[in-house]
Nanobody
Framework: QVQLVESGGGLVQAGDSLRLSCAAS?????MAWFRQTPGKEREFVAG????????TYTDSVKGRFTISRDNAENTVYLQMNSTKPEDTAVYYC?????????????????WGQGTQVTVSS
């Protein structure tokens, strides 16, 4: 069983930066960030393969967000730059045993509790 603990959410103004962290209790093949707003499905944001550090992003965050990992700390980060009001959501960390980044929430085995990110205009 892998436990995921997120931190770093908060309230920022549009254009500001924010960094989310997710600490895993064990090393695992793939970690990703999803986000969700009320009444909408959970949306893939970015994912990273632990071994190669290869990453995948949804189009709306490319060039603004960066996912990275710290092997020693079993921690994945989401650096959010040039934030927009439409980035407002609860952000969830997810982990997957199969070594391929997937964009469907159903493909992930473990989830964090979520952290709120609010971007004001």
């Amino acid at each position: 069983q892998v436990q995921l603990v997120e931190s770093g959410g908060g309230l920022v103004q549009a254009g500001d930066s924010l960094r989310l962290s997710c600490a895993a209790s064990l090393s695992i093949s793939v970690m990703a960030w999803f986000r969700q707003t009320p009444g909408k499905e959970r949306e893939f944001v970015a994912g990273i393969k632990w071994g190669t550090a290869s990453s995948t992003y949804t189009d709306s965050v490319k060039g603004r967000f960066t996912i990275s990992r710290d092997n020693a700390e079993n921690t994945v980060y989401l650096q959010m730059n040039s934030t927009k009001p439409e980035d407002t959501a609860v952000y969830y960390c997810a982990a997957r045993r199969f070594p391929r980044v997937a964009t469907s929430p159903a493909s992930y085995d473990y989830w964090g509790q979520g952290t709120q990110v609010t971007v004001s205009s």
